[in-house]
């Protein structure tokens, strides 16, 4: 009678609506079941979010660190999509893109003048190891090579960052 797949499709779901029939199936095969009957995307990200709306489901999937970037990636993509389309359909929104990345920029540049200009003055009368120097000097040397790159950037309209610079800014 099952040899038919319309036949044995029918009772497959027929068969797996009856909790005392599932019961009996082990969790393995459960798991082998419902991976088979995802395979197809629609079909598995609506499963997915019937599962999501879980909360235990969703709060032990989370556990997982591998579900956890995934999902986190998609959010990511998602938001960037978002973000991409808003941008087509409104232009002015890069326009005030740029205004706030401009004042971040300029307000980088005086926050960390006015930083300096708060501690270098407290600097009065202490006593720094050459460790400490030398630390010091290590940083003033990225602070330059951030700045040197910042205004090549405003200078060449080029505003990547090569690796040799990235190692410098970590620090390596």
């Given at each position: 009678m099952?040899r038919?797949d319309?036949?044995?499709?029918?009772?497959?779901?027929?068969?797996?609506?009856r909790?005392?029939?599932?019961?009996?199936?082990?969790?393995?095969?459960?798991?082998?079941?419902?991976?088979e009957?995802?395979?197809?995307?629609?079909?598995?990200?609506?499963?997915t979010?019937?599962l999501?709306r879980?909360?235990a489901?969703?709060?032990?999937?989370?556990?997982?660190d591998?579900?956890?970037?995934?999902?986190n990636r998609?959010?990511?993509?998602?938001s960037h999509?978002?973000?991409?389309r808003i941008?087509?359909?409104?232009?002015a929104v890069?326009?005030?893109?740029?205004?706030?990345?401009y004042?971040?920029?300029?307000?980088s540049c005086?926050?960390?003048?006015?930083?300096?200009?708060?501690?270098?003055?407290q600097?009065?009368g202490?006593?720094?190891?050459e460790?400490?120097?030398?630390?010091?000097?290590r940083q003033?040397?990225?602070?330059?090579?951030?700045?040197?790159w910042?205004?090549g950037?405003?200078?060449?309209?080029e505003?990547?960052?090569?690796?040799?610079?990235?190692q410098?800014?970590?620090g390596?």
């Open positions: 099952t038919d319309e036949v044995a499709a029918q009772v497959a779901t027929d068969l797996l609506k909790p005392a029939v599932t019961e009996h199936v082990t969790p393995a095969e459960r798991v082998r079941v419902v991976s009957l995802t395979r197809d995307d629609t079909v598995a990200q609506e499963v979010t019937g999501l879980r909360p489901v969703a709060r032990t999937a989370m556990r997982d591998t579900t956890r970037m995934l999902v998609a959010q990511f993509d998602n999509e978002t973000r991409e941008r087509e359909r409104t232009p890069r326009a005030i893109e740029h205004t706030i990345e004042l971040d920029l300029v307000g005086h926050g960390f003048v006015a930083a300096l200009g708060r501690l270098v003055p600097l009065r202490q006593a720094f190891t460790d400490e120097r030398e630390t010091v000097r003033i040397s990225r602070v330059r090579a951030a700045a040197d910042l205004e950037a405003l200078d060449n309209g505003f990547t960052l090569d690796e040799q610079l990235v410098l800014l970590k390596e």
